[in-house]
């Protein structure tokens, strides 16, 4: 009988030949090493071994009862890399460890993997009984742990059931879980078309709800982009809720679908981050109506006591933003993009208990019927952060240095978008110069940068540039300020990118063109 034949017929073989050679973790060669082995050795038995399970799926699938726990990782990857179906199924029932970190060897999750997986869970929950052998307790879909399929069984083991009190992306050395609990899958879920057949989310969410009670979702991220509540009522039921630590509300959120989303609300015990993103409700202004269901979508968001983070963009209750955030005890960084405001609201906004706590603010694209100085200088003296596209002149930049002075603890201050002269600008340097935290500042290239003293995106003239690049060079070192100054020229919000222009250490400017940097990336 061939030599090939043979070894087809006894699994068993090859796996104690893959075991006996392969007794440590496997470790990839670097190139060199991998060509000179080839060189000393073609096919190595342990290669005739893997060739053989993998040409047939059958032998594979019947060999993985004697597969060595070590060798799984990498067989795994093998059966994935090479498309067998039916032996990846098999093995997800035979997973020797609680977590199958898939998203980290499958990203992006596409349709085709992810029905493969949901197929091989469908047989493991088909069982009546849970076997002794049943050690996989959650499937990560998301993209958490760098590198975790090279670096051995060890680390493969320490990934267990993510704690939604203490889950930061790390490992658990304990499992957390019993044979009682659902199948846990982690994913960050968008929640958009429910009707749309192929995308990953819908797919999975549907799957889930089908056997709800034993599987159940975990999302520390969650992206609502939908106004069927029927149906989002429907998904939330599979979804561990107190998971939920960020959360992105966007679409058509109108009151009475807000008021129904409520409950599960309540629910999210671990939420942290809400980002309100553009929304399209049918009456936008400052009617009775829309100040009740503001007044209410406070009060159903102060129940939630460790919100620390609100984004909120062009949303409906924008105008009566204050009414929201005297019920935000814990807040520490709040952003405000795209609304109208009325001075007078702008001072109930300054007398928020948690403006005092802020330690990031940033406040973008505000529209102001007229402009008094009075409610600035009371929000500045609490905290400053950055002041982006407020519509801000040279007179009344002025009204509010005074109150900026103050912000002694200032770390990033952001004005680009404003439209001041050279002189304002100056100005201004020369206040934040002296607050001994401010490392960085980010400014508008002044009137004087523009072709008759207008600006517009495109439109800098490099003559008149030049003249304000040697102005401000020249104002920046007889400051002797330590703040890296950028002069921002040019803003795409659509691709998230701005053109910078930097004083380097030769006295020269540097051009760049980077992102804004985010709310993360800067000190507390």
Known sequence: MPGDQRRQ?????????????????????????????????????????????????SMAISALEDLPVVLFPWFFQEVYAQGHTDVLKAMEQAWPFPCLPLGDLAWPLNWRTL????????????????????????????????????????????????????????????????????????????????????????????WAIKRKGRVQLFSRKLHLFTSEVMELKMALHVVRLDSIQELLLEGYWAPENMHRFVPYLKQMKNLHIIKCGPSFPTNYNDSQENYRDSHMFGLHLGKVEHIKELYMEDFYFNGNLHLILERLTHLKTLSVRLFKMKPWKLRYL??????????????????????????????????????????????????????????????????????????????????????????????????????????????????????????????????????KVKICTNCFDLWDKCQFYSLGPDGSWVFTEEGLPGFSALPL
């Open 115 to 206: 029905n493969t997986v949901l197929d091989g869970l469908d047989l493991l929950l088909a069982k009546k009984e849970r076997p002794s052998q049943w050690k996989l307790q959650v499937l990560d879909l998301r993209n958490e742990h760098p590198d975790i399929w090279t670096h051995g069984i060890h680390s493969m083991a320490q990934i267990s059931c993510p704690d939604p009190l203490t889950e930061s992306g790390g490992a658990s050395g304990h499992s957390g879980m019993n044979e009682d609990q659902p199948l846990m899958i982690a994913i960050d879920l968008k929640m958009q078309n429910f009707l749309v057949r192929g995308d990953v989310y819908c797919d999975l969410i549907e």
């Open 9 to 57: 017929q006894n699994p068993r073989a090859c796996c104690q030949c893959l075991a006996l050679l392969g007794s440590r973790e496997p470790c990839t060669p670097g190139p060199l090493e991998a060509f000179k082995m080839s060189m000393r050795n073609p096919l190595s038995l342990q290669a005739l071994a893997r060739q053989s399970l993998l040409s047939n799926p």
């Open 350 to 483: 300054s007398q928020c208990p948690c403006i005092r706590q802020l330690k990031q603010l940033r406040l973008r694209t505000l529209f102001m019927d007229t402009f008094n100085p009075e409610p600035w200088q009371a929000l500045l003296k609490q905290l400053a952060g950055t002041l982006e596209e407020c519509n801000f002149t040279d007179d009344s930049l002025s009204a509010i240095l005074p109150a900026l002075s103050q912000c002694s603890q200032l770390c990033f201050f952001s004005f680009y978008g404003n439209h001041i002269s050279m002189t304002a600008l100056k100005n201004l340097l020369s206040h934040t110069a002296r607050l001994g935290h401010l490392t960085q500042g980010i400014y508008p290239a002044p009137l004087e940068s523009y072709p008759f003293d207008t600006p517009s995106q495109w439109n800098i003239d490099p003559e008149r540039f030049a003249q304000v690049q040697a102005g401000l060079a020249q104002a920046l070192i007889d400051l002797g300020t330590t703040q």
